[in-house]
């Protein structure tokens, strides 16, 4: 799902029973394609647990790159409907997820409108312990200029940072929508989510910061498994260890995830030498960005 409800945000409709109990696992039947498989799930679950269940099922047939809806058996009209606003299980059905018509065109695509900017745990105490960490900041600190001039929301996410400290200095953190702190790996939080429904027609979530292969790696995971398009800047993403980096990167775009550069991002943002604001974004990239051991042999 990306953040409009018919697009594949599991948004749901009550149902209601009496006798449901939260206590209770419902028995339920999901579909994809022509595949079925009856299971359970708590009563009350919503669209979290939904297409976590579909995914843990049917992971290896989704494509990555579409969106979906999930659709609920009506007995009053003998056919699947979608689901309405407000969705929670509290009786036995049959569930299934239908993949939407996407223009393959669209892939990979970026535009300021339907694009968000994601910003891992840039944080003080993994300066000394991230490998290329400056160079990181550095290349960091150009996106989130790029994305202010562009006109582009910006989320933040600091790990514990009562014991890990708040974003570096370096990072101007001016303008940005939220930052939030988190013990969950993932920047996908129930608060995340709600920041990405406030922003219509967002599509693709640019991500960067640390780790690679842990924070980045599940974030991006959960993104994708939501529906939207994710891109990874490998030159704004690190770890303690470059076999855990490169290894993440790897896996990721395998998944379907673009692996891109900073420079790659903003020039695709800004798409024509006509923008009004190219020659903003020029100045930021007239020196190349550091390469933060992506070329290195060791």
């Known amino acids: 799902g990306g953040a409009a409800p018919p697009a594949g945000t599991l948004a749901g409709c009550i149902m209601a029973d009496a006798h449901g109990s939260s206590n209770n696992h419902v028995p339920v039947l999901l579909s994809f394609s022509e595949f079925s498989r009856p299971s359970s799930v708590a009563a009350g679950s919503g669209y979290e647990v939904l297409i976590q269940k579909f995914l843990s099922i049917y992971g290896q047939q989704i494509d990555v790159h579409r969106k979906f809806v999930i659709q609920l058996f009506s007995d009053e009209w003998g056919q699947f409907i979608d689901l309405p606003k407000g969705f929670a299980i509290s009786e036995r059905c049959k569930l299934r997820l239908v993949p939407l018509q996407m223009d393959i065109t669209t892939l990979g695509n970026l535009t300021p409108a339907t694009t968000v900017f994601f910003c891992c745990d840039m944080q003080e105490r993994f300066r000394p312990a991230i490998k290329y960490f400056g160079d990181i900041i550095s290349v960091g600190q150009r996106l989130l200029q790029g994305a202010r001039i562009l006109g582009i929301p910006i989320i933040v996410s600091e ?74 800047v490998a030159d704004a993403t690190s770890s303690r260890s470059m076999m855990d980096r490169m290894f993440a990167l790897e896996r990721l775009a395998r998944t379907g995830i673009t692996i891109t550069t900073s420079e790659s991002v903003l020039l695709q943002l800004v798409a024509d030498k006509d923008h009004p604001k190219f020659k903003e974004v020029q100045n930021i990239i007239k020196a190349s960005a550091p390469e933060s051991g992506l070329l290195s042999k060791v």
Do not use: N, W
Request: hydrophobic residues 45%; proline residues 4%.
């Open 159 to 232: 790990q514990y940072p009562k014991g890990l400290g708040a974003t570096v200095q370096e990072m101007d953190l001016t303008g940005v929508k939220l930052v939030f702190p988190k013990t969950k790996f993932s920047m996908v939080l129930p608060e995340v989510e709600a920041a990405l429904a406030e922003i219509h027609g967002v599509r693709s979530i640019v991500l960067f910061g640390v780790e690679t292969h842990v924070c980045i790696q599940q974030t991006a995971l959960d993104l994708i498994g939501r529906g939207f398009e994710v891109h990874i």
